[in-house]
């Protein structure tokens, strides 16, 4: 079956050391040890799937998130990517992103959602990752508005839309099933028009990282 390309897929885009990029079969490995190795960091604010934690994480899983990603990609549903630092000359894999469940027509929507290896956590990954991401998403992605959706307790989470200057729009209760059971969660949101004026999204995240003693 040949699929037509989505609008904004495949694509790289990256600032600094930050990398964004679709995903490899030969990311197994690295997705896998960065995942098995954030247990106790990420399990408190993921979907419940059920069974065990380094099963649904191992390289074998792996196979069957990239064939998902690559499925939702192709039509045009996703925008999932990889997220890389560069130091040294060397790629690591450290984190994750994307654009879902992306309505077109005349919604032009999409939802994000993100997680980070703890032992970067603080560094600005996220919030230069998502920046890109919802440039890329207004952009060649051609959507109109973005949602993030995040459980109140998620401190660190609420701080990045927020710094990056998301609304928040609605209070969710029960909203998702998540470490088992169903979780509230805060809904933020931004549109295009909101960030057009400075640039984008980047730009703006570059003034504020620079105004930061």
């Given at each position: 079956?040949?699929?037509?390309?989505?609008?904004?897929?495949?694509?790289?885009l990256?600032?600094?050391?930050?990398?964004?990029?679709?995903?490899?079969?030969?990311?197994?490995?690295?997705?896998?040890?960065?995942?098995?190795?954030?247990?106790?960091?990420?399990?408190?604010?993921?979907?419940?799937?059920?069974?065990?934690?380094?099963?649904?994480?191992?390289?074998?899983?792996?196979?069957?998130?990239?064939?998902?990603?690559?499925?939702?990609?192709?039509?045009?549903?996703g925008?999932?990517?990889?997220?890389?630092?560069?130091?040294?000359?060397?790629?690591?894999?450290?984190?994750?992103?994307?654009?879902?469940?992306?309505?077109?027509?005349?919604?032009?929507?999409?939802?994000?959602?993100?997680?980070?290896?703890?032992?970067?956590?603080?560094?600005?990954?996220?919030?230069?990752?998502?920046?890109?991401?919802?440039?890329?998403?207004f952009g060649?992605?051609?959507?109109?508005?973005?949602?993030?959706?995040?459980?109140?307790e998620?401190?660190?989470?609420r701080?990045?839309?927020?710094?990056?200057?998301?609304?928040?729009?609605?209070?969710?209760?029960?909203?998702?099933?998540?470490?088992?059971?169903?979780?509230?969660?805060?809904?933020?949101?931004?549109t295009?028009?909101?960030?057009?004026?400075?640039?984008?999204?980047?730009?703006?995240?570059h003034r504020?990282?620079?105004?930061?003693?």
């Amino acid at each position: 079956m040949r699929f037509r390309q989505a609008p904004g897929w495949p694509a790289v885009l990256t600032d600094g050391p930050v990398t964004l990029r679709p995903y490899r079969r030969s990311d197994a490995m690295a997705w896998s040890e960065v995942r098995c190795a954030n247990r106790e960091w990420l399990a408190p604010w993921e979907s419940s799937l059920g069974g065990d934690w380094d099963q649904l994480n191992s390289p074998a899983t792996f196979r069957w998130v990239y064939r998902d990603q690559r499925r939702s990609a192709r039509t045009g549903e996703g925008m999932p990517f990889a997220v890389c630092l560069y130091a040294d000359g060397e790629e690591r894999l450290v984190g994750h992103i994307n654009v879902g469940n992306i309505v077109r027509r005349a919604f032009c929507s999409g939802y994000v959602g993100y997680w980070v290896d703890r032992r970067v956590a603080g560094r600005g990954v996220i919030p230069t990752a998502l920046a890109l991401v919802v440039d890329h998403a207004f952009g060649p992605g051609g959507l109109h508005r973005v949602e993030v959706n995040i459980r109140p307790e998620n401190r660190p989470s609420r701080r990045v839309v927020e710094k990056l200057g998301f609304r928040e729009e609605a209070y969710h209760p029960r909203y998702m099933h998540i470490d088992g059971a169903w979780r509230d969660h805060i809904g933020y949101a931004m549109t295009s028009e909101e960030v057009a004026a400075e640039g984008g999204l980047l730009a703006r995240w570059h003034r504020l990282r620079a105004r930061t003693p």
